[in-house]
């Protein structure tokens, strides 16, 4: 069996982008507004000849009808149960959102290994931009470019390392 790699994040940080990358396809919808992917989405994925699946996610249920709670998509919980490892991808230009830290939660709640990626962070001083987002207490935050290719590397031996 493969490992299962799950990309989770909240909407618009570039999950799709990275998906996209990893798998080399056009499979997953990337789009410039929020929330169009809306369903699992899986691929395959070959990095330095280690091969693994890939699941691109539609993100969270935005907000529930109340304004203040928000809850995960079932779909992205089952992700999150199948995955073997999971990338948390954060965005550096956005910084740090109260959703953010929601997501943070829940994934420490369910126990996966996670890899802390803060994403678009090209042309960025990397450790101003990353430092903040150890408050999510998940370790170290890896600076990526989804759409660059910068840091994915260190991100997927991160990935590795948690197999
Ligand atoms: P998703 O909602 O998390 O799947 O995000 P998408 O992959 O659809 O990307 C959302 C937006 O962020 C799109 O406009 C992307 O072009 C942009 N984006 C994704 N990755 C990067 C990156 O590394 N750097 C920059 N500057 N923009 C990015
Ligand atoms: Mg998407």
Redesign the pocket.
Same mark, same amino acid.
Not at 11 to 18: A, D
Not at 144 to 148: F, G, T, V
């Given at each position: 069996m493969k490992p299962i790699v799950a990309i989770v994040?909240r909407?618009?940080?570039?999950?799709?982008? /990275?998906f996209n990358r990893l798998t080399r396809s056009r499979d997953a919808i990337?789009?410039?507004y929020?929330g169009?992917?809306r369903d699992r989405h899986y691929g395959n994925a070959k990095f330095d000849g280690r091969e693994f699946i890939c699941i691109?996610t539609g993100?969270f249920e935005p907000i529930v009808k109340e304004g203040i709670l928000r809850e995960m998509a079932k779909q992205t919980l089952q992700a999150i149960d199948e995955a073997d490892v999971v990338i948390f /991808?954060t965005d550096g230009?956005s910084g740090l959102t109260r959703h953010d830290f929601d997501i943070a939660e829940t994934l420490r709640k369910r126990g996966r290994p996670v890899v802390l990626a803060v994403?678009?962070t090209?042309g960025m001083a990397l450790t101003g931009v990353t430092s903040v987002f150890y408050e999510l207490g998940l370790g170290e935050p890896h600076p990526?470019?989804?759409?660059?290719g910068d840091g994915v590397r260190s991100v997927l031996e991160q990935v590795f390392q948690n197999l």
């Open positions: 994040g909407p618009n940080v570039g999950k799709s982008t /990275l990337v789009a410039d929020a169009l992917t691109d993100g /991808l230009r994403n678009k090209e990526l470019s989804s759409a660059h």
